[in-house]
């Protein structure tokens, strides 16, 4: 069964610095879609950045990147130049083919002014 | 593209009571997904539809739990003779089904089982 796994509780990162959060997953599946979705308080959830394993190229989305290391099952989310609006709860998520999306339990991200 | 949309937001009920939620899609999406979310973690996977064909359900989904998408429009999730462990976050989420695209989610509906 496939896994997702954010050991990260929480973090915090002053405004203007950069922070990464991790995620690793199991699968024995070769391809497959990597996801990061922000979840701020009390508001929905929207895709922040995805991540296709088929390209060995880290996709990008502005401020954020992400180092995905296929062979390590590792997926982290840099975030550079955080801003006050990046506080929310980051999810990690897998997903096979057009299935359902199977997440982590997330990282809580706190930013200082 | 208005969004995916639920109703209600939120909703608080006794236990043993009925309660139906109601998510409407992205317009052209084919699939609907909903999922659970309990506090401080992820969300779980609970069904999803292609069209108005229920094609997965997880053993997260008991006997009391029903979804339906009647017409493959919108959806309705109704849990029957609820219980305290159903408080949660009811998440729906759609998408075309192609595969590279992107689950977009609903708001939410908050349940508060008393």
């Known amino acids: 069964a496939q896994t997702v796994t954010q050991s990260q509780p929480e973090m915090s990162v002053q405004e203007a610095e950069t922070v990464t959060l991790s995620c690793t997953y199991d699968t024995s599946e070769s391809d497959y879609y990597l996801f990061w979705y922000k979840q701020p308080p009390s508001r929905q959830m929207i895709l922040v950045i995805r991540?296709?394993?088929?390209?060995?190229q880290n996709a990008t989305e502005n401020r954020f990147s992400v180092n995905f290391q296929k062979a390590a099952k590792s997926f982290s989310l840099k975030i550079s130049d955080s801003q006050l609006g990046d506080a929310a709860m980051y999810f990690c998520?897998?997903?096979?083919?057009?299935?359902?999306?199977?997440f982590g339990t997330g990282t809580r991200l706190q930013v200082f002014p | 593209d208005t969004g995916v949309s639920q109703n209600p937001r939120h909703k608080i009920t006794k236990r043993g009571q009925n309660v139906t939620f109601r998510c409407d899609p992205i317009?052209?999406?084919?699939?609907l997904y909903w999922y659970r979310q309990t506090l401080g973690q992820g969300p779980e996977f609970l069904t999803y539809?292609?069209?108005?064909?229920?094609?997965?359900k997880s053993r997260l989904l008991s006997d009391r739990f029903s979804a339906e998408r009647p017409k493959g429009s919108f959806s309705t999730l109704e849990i029957q003779r609820t219980e305290q462990g159903d408080s949660a976050m009811y998440l729906c989420?759609?998408?075309?089904?192609?595969?590279?695209?992107?689950?977009?989610f609903g708001p939410g509906t908050r349940l508060t089982v008393l």
């Open positions: 998520a897998y997903r096979y083919n057009t299935d359902k999306l199977i």
């Open positions: 991540q296709e394993a088929y390209k060995q």
């Open positions: 539809f292609q069209n108005e064909a229920q094609l997965e």
């Open positions: 989420a759609s998408s075309s089904g192609r595969m590279t695209d992107t689950q977009y």
């Open positions: 317009s052209e999406h084919n699939r």
